[in-house]
């Protein structure tokens, strides 16, 4: 901590989730007791002007409209990268180039290829690295994962998850970088996060076959317009899974899930005890295990806690529910100690390379229309 | 009603099965107003002595130990049958042959060959039919039926379905008749309710990619026994399916979902709504639509009650809950309708054959690890 | 059992619950090892008419207009009384001068003194008794209470009840015998039952200080019609309760409860652990203990299963729920226990005036607006 | 606007409330369009040394032991009252007395009488006063309150509160200032809390009859000690209440609630709907109206999302659910939004008072066990 009394962000994009990122940098560290100062260097913008404003807002003492100057700037020591999805590589390379740690929002990547070309880079530079898969942050997957590695599930045999929003579920959401074809699709929007959720709590999906489906054809071109556009990516995505452990199960992805606002939820089932868990009630996880006696048995809900690790960050009493900002303040934390330790983060690059790996896999498996093994 | 003023049964099988038949039969007529009265005439069991007692506490008039006895009574109208399910087809076929109105519970039979079998000597004989899906019974998923049909859900997308439960959830459970090679294993004996309800709601599965998974390659001999016996049915299946209309979606079939004791469970999504339901809370029925104003929608939690038929008929007034027995209850008087009228109840001989199929294809789909059409 | 081959009913009344005893009566046998075989010989009603047609339907030997034929009747063993509340006096006391063991539909009768001179009567004759308080058949209050009796949740020292339907929520649902001045309202209707769920779980009310309301002090003198008459009774009653043991909680009656159709519900807090139910979800117990451990602790939903007698009657499997009507076909298979030991069944008439006691006092302390003993 | 550029915050208190206030005043700008710019200007604490360190991890520019200095701080404008509740009414009158906007915690002080003098001052002084019910600052709150103001729910009749938790559930919580004879106890802690939401969403309770209850009649003297001290405060309080505008119902406070530790739960009866809701699961709230059509009624779960105000600040998305710390943060918008207009927020010192008369009306119901008007 000595070498590192300061954390010097530098933070791209202000839209929804630079504006999520920013509040985070600025309230980690009355919460955390972190391992450096956050200190909010640069915002850097599409323009000049929104840069200047947002900087402003959000409590950054200088702005950009200019990224690279944002990434090569020796005053930065952390990159924090909420651009459109197609930016994230020349970001990424060029802050990596610059020493920098790196901090990306998901999805890592449009491509399996890009995704790989990010991740060399990052092993030959030695880079500190982190992507946004924030959902992960929640203390109770943190619980549930401990469980798993403790046992206390037994051997797992099945997971059932999905990610199911309703953000596209009308033919009147427009195109936009979402349904760009080059990394864009339910899938890649979505499924990543129950993907990166799978791999987390289950390990490796060994293979897939998946089908995709695209219920809006044509969108209009722009919010309100009446020109319409093809629409080549899917709207939902289901397969079936087999994990190189020998689970089972299946996965959904579906951003035109219509009614459902953040179903990313799972069941996972073990010889000895199962649990299942949805964002909708991200304070809740539910656990049965074999430990029960006759009569007395059923599903434990477990309500995070100060027992749940870093619950007792923002509260140090049970019952204070965390909110889905909260989850971008633990990320924030992890970060800090990341980029302090020299120890990459979870995930890191390398390991969102291996989510994109198995979209490219059910993408493949949807085309040839047989499984297929997840390279 | 004037040439039928009594339906007289006969039933095979005395155990849960049998046992939960013979209650509706003597609970029926005093519930609804059902077009013949239901008579008590002959139970046939394994043995003729546990055939005479049990006719006594369930309330017979009759027993016999042999089968055939009573499919070839001409006392007889409806023959009820709850016998192992490789005895299904023989005894069918026997009654059929007799003229009399059969009454199969699920599944039809152990291979699409023996169902094939047995829909042909239904439309040679001009037979009735009725198979015991009984939880379609439940007038929540008839109230989904007319939503589905009257298009307040808009075109259906997807269907996401599993029939979870963990009686064969540890190794510990031995071998019986589930296990049997012919016509054994959790994707017969709960995947064909689930396939039923997606049929009933969504229509023909068209296509199917499924997984196949032995969780314990074998178990004891017989309860208790120290003596293993090799397994070669599945545990669980996990599969992508696409229907004939376009939708597409998963389901799973599990027998050692451990936590799980009746999650037959799905979620419909259409283009203008959608509505989940579980089994587990079987009075209930969630329904989002798009009619919703803003900041004011939100699922819908229905509850049976008078306006769901034939709640009913069980009570009057809406919050007396129905149970699992009396759905079993609604089916016979779905039965004697049929009886009555000649026309075939849903699902009948026919339909559950559609079933096997759907079984039959996802089976072949796991061996050639390709999507697999149903015939 | 030798001397009581057959338990020969004697049902009084053919609407709702005439019905759902009838089904009791005619289910019963083929579910449970009754110590007497149930045999349904007679059914009074308003007229002979239709006490005919309805005792065909229910399955009733012998029908009669005139209910002091069934009462003194020597052919009948166990008389069960359906009938408006003003008659159950002279019903029960007619039966019970006869010899006849009573089942008695709740509220025991119209008034404490009614009541009083009931018990009486029973205890002069030594007659067997049950009063019809459906819900505390659930097998899930039975494990309540056991865990209660055990001291699984430490001390009680507090009770929040209510029970609250919606059948009465506007002002278009019409005079009644429930309107009826001489043992009419909401707290005499449903909280009896919440009241009786009290005693059963906790123990005595000592005390109690409510406050009765009359939502609609004028309602149609019958269905649709334009003539409007005063109501007396209570639409709605809140009170605070204290237990002879020194628990102190809440209790409410309504029957004007908007949007709710079985909100009998119930949480119960001990010094070592808590349960919560509502009728609403009638399979599931809630039941919270200190015995969890750091980061595993919580509610722990416990479903019905074969563990809870005597669900194991109705199926031999966990996870097929019981309805409403099954709660009935429990309570007569705990009369026909009673009557054939002779020993009265829970509530007995005893009992169920230690109810009305409570609700007496509870209608002095609205009256006098101070806390009231109940005797 | 243009006189007030920056509010400068001095906050009073560094323990967990004070923590969760720093955390609000520094996120509150960032998410919201503030009409002037929050400076975290000085922290006052117990001592200099405790000051200067949370004032460095919280983010406040100066520090002092000494809160007298703070309250008469030229230098600042908002003054933020998280001391212990003895303390609460010299601070306050200091600050008011230096011209001082008074943001204060609730329960606005230890007796009506201290209360209203509080009141008083603010009077005199004209200062603008905010108290921090926080839990009031839902959005979903917000939307119950327009639903029944709009007459959506017709006219009210029933209200249902508690606010129970258990973090005094056991004997080993030691004595601390929440069981301070004077302003301690479950009624005056948490009752507060409910009280407050009662009188916001259905008006003014007009008399109530309240049983108070002392579980653990002595405590630790502190954490861990072996030496008993007396308990004089209640461990919980039930009561049934009546409202000014004849809504009649119950509500309980309970600190000793084993179980549960977040239920702030509430039911509203009106006579053409209700809503229930619970601070356990805050982002939902439950309604029924009877707009619903035959058969397709129930309740609508609606989820916090951008249409309920001021949601869209945090996430322009819905199914981003809020946490308890961002109640905190829409608290701090309101009291700048209140500082800068002049006009007293909600609840203001005056509402807090009338909380307070509520309360000392239910404990001397307690004591002449009669009902008692508030006055």
């Known amino acids: 901590m000595a070498n590192h009394p300061t954390a010097r962000i530098g933070l791209i994009g202000a839209g929804f989730m630079g504006r999520c990122h920013a509040n985070a940098f600025r309230t ?20 000049e002007e929104t840069a200047a404003a947002n900087a402003r807002q959000f409590g950054f003492s200088r702005s950009t409209g200019v990224w690279r100057d944002l990434t090569s700037d020796p005053d930065i020591d952390i990159v924090a990268i909420t651009a459109p999805n197609v930016l994230h590589e020349p970001m990424a390379l060029d802050a990596i180039s610059h020493g920098k740690t790196v901090y990306c929002e998901k999805p890592l990547s449009t491509s399996l290829e890009s995704a790989n070309r990010m991740t060399s880079a990052v092993e030959t530079a030695g880079a500190t690295t982190l992507v946004g898969f924030n959902f992960l942050r929640n203390p109770l997957l943190k619980c549930a994962r401990q469980m798993i590695d403790a046992g206390e599930l037994g051997e797992i045999t099945a997971f059932r998850g999905r990610h199911a929003e309703n953000y596209m579920a009308t033919g009147e959401e427009a195109h936009s970088f979402r349904t760009d074809p080059e990394g864009g699709g339910a899938l890649d929007d979505l499924g990543s996060h129950i993907i990166s ?20 054809p044509e969108r209009p071109a722009s919010n309100g317009s009446s020109e319409m556009r093809a629409v080549d990516v899917d709207d939902m995505a289901h397969a079936a899974i087999r994990f190189a452990n020998g689970a089972s199960g ?41 430990a029960g006696s006759a009569g007395r048995s059923g599903y434990l809900k477990i309500e995070t806690g100060p027992d749940h690790e870093p619950y007792g960050s923002f509260c140090p009493a049970p019952g204070h529910h965390l909110g889905f900002n909260d989850l971008k303040v633990i990320e924030v934390a992890e970060l800090i100690e990341a980029h302090v330790t020299g120890k990459n983060g979870f995930p890191d690059f390398a ?25």
């Not at 993408?363 to 390279?375: F, I, L, M, N």
Request: charged share 20%.
């Open 197 to 216: 959720l799978a791999r987390y709590l289950v390990g490796p999906i060994g293979e897939v076959s998946a089908t995709l489906k695209t219920v809006y």
């Open 250 to 290: 299946t996965i959904e992805a579906n951003w035109a899930a219509t009614g459902r606002t953040m179903d990313l939820s799972f069941e996972i089932t073990g010889t000895k005890g199962s649990i299942h868990f949805s964002q909708e009630h991200m304070n809740e996880l539910h656990v049965w295990t074999s």
């Open 28 to 47: 980690a560290g009355g919460l955390f007791d972190l391992p450096a100062a956050i200190e909010l260097a640069c915002l850097a913008d599409a323009t």
């Open 351 to 375: 390991e969102a390379t291996r989510v994109q790996a198995t979209i490219d896999a059910a993408k493949t498996s949807a085309e040839t229309r047989r499984w297929q093994a997840v390279d």
